[in-house]
């Protein structure tokens, strides 16, 4: 398996697929816009999101305005992107956190692997992807990469997602690795019914050779 040319087909692939998110365009300096958009990313569609990211940030552009806005306006505007009431008590853990003390690295360490690694990505370019169930599945049937437990990642498998974003070409930026992956998965390898007869990495991935070998 020769990772170079199956990023390389997946980014060609993504020039000319990708969706557009309003937070794909968002100021990526500030941990409230990049870790509040992960928590509403949890564990619903991106389109879900996108019905109410622009409007929640417009109410809520930092930490003190959510803190200080009525708990049952904040819930409905979640509404849409499911399990609010969960991540409403996130955000406001986000948002206590962000007010108390100056913010670093380390305070990641208060969220899942999903979100404390979407903000290493992010916020600190390192070299990491967050794993979603999409892109989790993605990885395992293309690079048999896998994944114990989504909610927490063993180190080897830190230092394997490590080795692939080190394979992006230099002009890349690694964020768009991780969208690559996420709208690969959902557009392309979808979860009964992937479009393998039409996919530009079949002949990368070890899920359609396996398949086809035993036909
Ligand atoms: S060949 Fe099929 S299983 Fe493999 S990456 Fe493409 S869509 Fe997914």
Redesign the pocket.
């Known amino acids: 398996m020769n990772k170079e040319v199956v990023i390389k087909k997946l980014l060609d692939w993504w020039d000319k697929n990708q969706r557009k998110f309003p937070w794909r365009e968002l100021d990526e300096s500030s941990p409230w816009v990049v870790l509040g958009t992960a928590i509403l990313l949890w564990k619903t569609k991106a389109e879900n999101v996108a019905k109410v990211h622009e409007v929640f940030f417009h109410k809520f552009p930092n930490e003190k305005s959510f803190l200080t806005s009525p708990e049952i306006q904040v819930k409905n505007l979640l509404k849409p992107t499911g399990l609010y009431n969960r991540k409403f008590l996130m955000l406001k853990k986000l948002a206590h956190l962000l007010d108390s003390s100056s913010f670093n690295q380390e305070t990641l360490s208060n969220f899942g692997q999903y979100i404390r690694n979407l903000g290493r990505l992010v916020l600190y370019d390192e070299n990491i992807i967050p794993v979603d169930t999409p892109v989790s599945r993605?990885l395992i049937?293309?690079l048999d990469f896998k994944v114990k437990n989504i909610r927490r990642l063993s180190p080897y498998e830190e230092t394997f997602l490590g080795e692939l974003v080190r394979k992006l070409p230099p002009h890349r930026k690694k964020k768009v690795l991780y969208w690559a992956l996420v709208d690969f998965a959902d557009l392309?390898?979808l979860p009964k019914k992937?479009?393998?007869a039409e996919?530009p990495?079949?002949e990368e991935?070890n899920?359609?050779k396996k398949k086809n070998k035993t036909q």
Request: glycine residues 0%; charged residues 15%; positive net charge.
């Open positions: 993605l049937r293309l392309m390898c992937p479009l393998c996919c990495l079949k991935c899920f359609y």
